[in-house]
């Protein structure tokens, strides 16, 4: 799994907080990780010098084979607590898609789908 870290020009980025991000991410999407080919991390500092209550933002793009991307975003009081809410959201997310995926294909024709001459057979 590939992560690509994008930050702004507030938020430094550093290669500890690269460690931190791929700590976070590989922990949280370790049971998914086989479907996933890139994480694309964009942190943002939305308030600037103003400051707030939650000005971090951190937003996660999964690439993940044979389905559409899943992103999340979420905004914390700091970066780390951005990247850690962010990638645990992720985790459901792409955990949710898999399954819907895996259902549908399970899935056979419905009964409710069947012609009424159908029925007998």
Do not use: F, Y
Not at 6 to 18: A, F, K, Q, V, Y
Not at 30 to 37: G, L, M, N, R, Y
Not at 41 to 62: P, Q
Not at 102 to 114: N, P, Q, V, W, Y
């Amino acid at each position: 799994m590939q992560i690509q870290l994008n930050s702004d020009n507030r938020i430094t980025g550093s290669p500890e907080l690269l460690e931190r991000v791929q700590a976070d991410l590989e922990h949280e999407l370790k049971h998914v990780a086989s479907a996933i080919t890139r994480v694309e991390v964009h942190l943002n500092d939305v308030n600037g010098a103003k400051g707030g209550e939650a000005d971090k933002r951190c937003l996660l793009e999964a690439r993940i084979k044979g389905a559409q991307p899943v992103a999340v975003e979420s905004r914390a009081a700091t970066i780390e607590q951005a990247i850690s809410t962010a990638a645990g959201q992720l985790s459901r997310a792409i955990k949710t898609n898999l399954g819907k995926s895996d259902t549908a294909e399970k899935r056979g024709a419905s009964i409710r789908h069947l012609r009424p001459d159908d029925e007998g057979e």
